[in-house]
């Protein structure tokens, strides 16, 4: 089937979600979310975009940004290919890092554009990985009560001041977002599961992991899902394709 044409933002702006291949984590370690941003600082140059927000997760990216000199699609672009040669130095690693086509969706209103902000910055919240908005160091809630830094704070300033913008995030709101939805609940949280593998196997990411035997591989999986890692979270930590993980649940 042909793929489904971008809806066009009219203004410009656009909510952008970047996940990782096959579901499986981007982030490692505090330096690859460093390189990241400042990936995103360095093309905010080149491509003269401005950004309003961003969310860095471990297996994805949440932006909000207006085209600039360059299209959306020549953004992301440069942006993905720049990590992705950095990353797969770093790992020895070869091949795709992020899914083949970020999704996003126009932005076209102030009021919209404050609730996707919002929406961003409660995600870590909501993923249990802080209590406040200002606890998550990969978002972009602090950048707006800097006086310098990368994220274009005049628009919102347009709107409210700093107070109010704070206030406006003391509560999440109840509108729905572009977002990955799973159906499946997991049992345990990433963390755990990553603690899980390095137990087993004494892997610290997932390109080491598939630097394993076969054996030691398909070992590791089975003891991952007997310790109730679901499918598509054992798929995302280890880097294994969701098709071979899910092989293993009918071995078990």
């Known amino acids: 089937m042909p793929r489904e044409s971008r809806k066009r ?6 909510h952008i979600m970047l996940r990782g291949i096959n ?14 941003l400042e990936t995103l600082a360095k093309y905010r140059e080149e491509c003269g975009y401005s950004l309003y927000g961003y969310y860095l997760m471990p297996n994805h990216v949440h932006l909000v940004l207006r085209e600039g000199k360059q299209p959306l699609e020549t ?18 690693r070869t091949g795709h890092l992020f899914q083949d086509r970020f999704k996003s969706e126009p932005v076209e209103s102030d009021t919209y554009l404050l609730t996707v902000i919002r929406y961003v910055h409660w995600n870590p919240i909501k993923a249990g990985l802080c ?21 274009d704070s005049t628009v919102i300033e ?3 001041g700093a107070e109010e913008f704070k206030e406006f ?3 999440p709101g109840k509108e729905e977002c572009l977002d990955i939805r799973e159906v499946a609940k997991q049992h345990v949280t990433d963390e755990q ?14 390109s080491e992991y598939q630097s394993l035997t076969v054996e030691k591989r398909d070992e590791g999986l089975r003891e ?14 280890t880097g294994v394709s969701f098709g071979i993980v899910r092989k293993y649940v009918t071995k078990l």
């Open 131 to 151: 209590n406040t908005p200002e606890a998550y160091p990969y978002s972009s809630y602090k950048r707006y009560f800097e006086s310098q830094g990368m994220i």
């Open 9 to 14: 933002s009219n203004s410009g702006v656009y």
């Open 23 to 36: 579901r499986q984590q981007i982030f490692e370690d505090d330096e690859d979310y460093s390189r990241f």
């Open 169 to 171: 995030h003391l509560t």
């Open 224 to 237: 991952m899902l007997r310790q109730c890692v679901s499918i598509r979270q054992t798929s995302r930590i």
């Open 193 to 206: 599961a990553a603690a899980l593998m390095k137990r087993l196997t004494g892997c610290q990411n997932a």
């Open 158 to 160: 347009g709107i409210m």
């Open 75 to 92: 953004i992301m672009r440069r942006i993905g290919a720049s990590f992705v040669y950095w990353y797969n130095a770093k790992y020895a």
